[in-house]
């Protein structure tokens, strides 16, 4: 009877420790972080070692321990399996949907289309960024001295599927009587100069393409707009680099505050994007150090200073607010929104401050594949009830250390492994954007 006693008492604990682990797996797999997994198989260890020891001391006979081995083996690897296979992933790719862009022989019609790999092309680039008017001087690489054009030269192919082949005629064609606005920093300019230069190359008198306000394409501009009249279609771009508002030093702020980021306003000029079929968002490039606290610049909500607010929760708050916004002010039956991800850069040495430009991709992403901006966008917005695209950019760009402007801009004396090279891989997320600006999934 002791023995017995002592089986089922101890037995009965190790099933709560089972009964525990799937509940916190299960319902809060958020905050369950995988030193909890070693933890709790490390328990186990100890408990079954204790409890072997002490329950051969006691004489039991061999056949009823391999019995009790198998059940404690056994409920620990289902527990185990079922956690893995069934919760973290579902957890890890809820934001990240998938899209039906074409179809080969092996494609199963869905896919993630930011999962592949780069291979060599040459029915690329898609243009010449010297004939078209609305290319940046600083992105024209080949203009500005590079001699290799190699890094034009590679197409993004989805692991499972295929990215329809670029048709001018017939996304124009698709894209009549529409409004596209891009709104974030110079890396949203960057793909919204490409994706007008990839649709002219549809237009047979270039006159009927041109800047609303007839104005040139700057890097300090809040505004620019290209219509093409004779498709009606007009793609424009806003600067707001934060999303959220900008502002003066609040009355009786410390000395070292010279200016603020209101965490919880919308930029001012937020209203001129509402009006639109296609909203494409970026931010992520101007939330550092450099570009904040060096600059005396910290973040405020309401009327209260947040002085010990870092980057990254400042970044979070920010968003929500852009969430809120879409969910409040943006018409779902007319607008469909996107976002994408933090693009890669290439940066190098201890500091971070020499840029190398490479003649061919990297072969590895050496962990440039993530990003904790792209982190805070996809679960930011895998918790919103109105439908936003993730661009998932952040992946694909790490293998690109081939493709940044490096020293061929319009400035060679500040070297740059942030921006891209145009043609090159903007042109890329355009692609891919247009496919799902055009999918079932998006325009039935």
């Keep these: 009877m002791l023995e017995e006693s002592f089986l089922l008492k101890s037995t009965a604990q190790f099933g709560l420790y089972i009964y525990s682990y799937k509940m916190v797996g299960f319902f809060e797999v958020e905050h ?4 909890k997994l070693r933890q709790f198989h490390e328990r186990v260890l100890s408990f079954s070692n204790k409890f072997f020891k002490g329950y051969f001391k006691l004489g039991v006979s061999e056949s009823i321990s391999a019995l009790v081995v198998i059940g404690l083996v056994l409920s620990f690897f289902v527990a185990v399996v079922c956690t893995y296979v069934f919760v973290f992933p579902k957890y890890q790719s809820a934001a990240i949907r ?3 862009v074409g179809q080969s022989s092996k494609s199963v019609g869905k896919c993630n289309v930011f999962e592949g790999k780069w291979i060599p092309d040459e029915t690329y680039p898609l243009y010449n960024a010297s004939q078209c008017p609305f290319a940046e001087r600083g992105f024209d690489c080949v203009s500005n001295g590079r001699r290799d054009r190699g890094y034009q030269k590679w197409r993004w192919k989805p692991k499972n599927c295929q990215i329809p082949r670029f048709n001018v005629q017939e996304i124009l064609r698709k894209l009549r009587g529409k409004r596209i606005v891009f709104v974030g920093d110079s890396l949203s300019r960057t793909q919204w100069e490409s994706m007008v230069c990839l649709l002219m190359t549809g237009v047979e008198d270039r006159r009927n393409v041109y800047e609303i306000n ?4 700057t890097k300090r501009i809040r505004f620019l707009g290209v219509w ?5 279609l007009r793609i424009d771009f806003y600067r707001s680099v934060f999303l959220v508002q900008p502002g003066s030093a609040p009355r009786h702020a410390p000395k070292r505050v010279k200016s603020t980021i209101r965490l919880d306003k919308m930029d001012d000029i937020s209203k001129e994007w509402i009006d639109s079929d296609f909203l494409i968002f970026n931010s992520g490039h101007w ?7 060096d600059m005396d610049c910290y973040f405020q909500q309401g009327r209260s200073l947040k002085l010990g607010m870092g980057i990254t929760s400042g970044f979070r708050t920010a968003l929500n607010t852009w969430a809120s916004w879409v969910e409040t002010s943006v018409n779902r039956n007319r607008t469909t929104v996107f976002f994408r991800t933090f693009e890669s850069s290439h940066w190098m040495g201890r500091n971070r401050n020499s840029c190398k430009v490479t003649r061919r991709p990297w072969s590895k992403t050496k962990g440039r594949d993530h990003s904790r ?12 009830t109105t439908p936003v695209t993730v661009l998932h950019v952040t992946p694909m760009g790490a ?3 081939d493709a940044h402007v490096g020293t061929w801009s319009d400035n ?6 942030s921006h891209w090279c145009l043609p090159g891989v903007p042109d890329t997320w355009n692609e891919i954007l247009l496919s799902m600006m055009l999918s079932d999934q998006i325009t039935n």
């Design 98 to 100: 998938t899209y039906r």
């Design 214 to 217: 007839g104005n040139a394409i």
């Design 373 to 384: 901006i792209s982190d805070i966008i996809i679960d930011v917005v895998k918790k919103m």
């Design 287 to 293: 939330w550092t150090p450099t570009k904040l606290f």
């Design 228 to 232: 093409f009249s004779f498709f009606n």
């Design 399 to 401: 293998f690109r250390s």
């Design 32 to 35: 369950f972080p995988l030193t």
């Design 412 to 417: 060679p004396s500040v070297a740059d492994c």
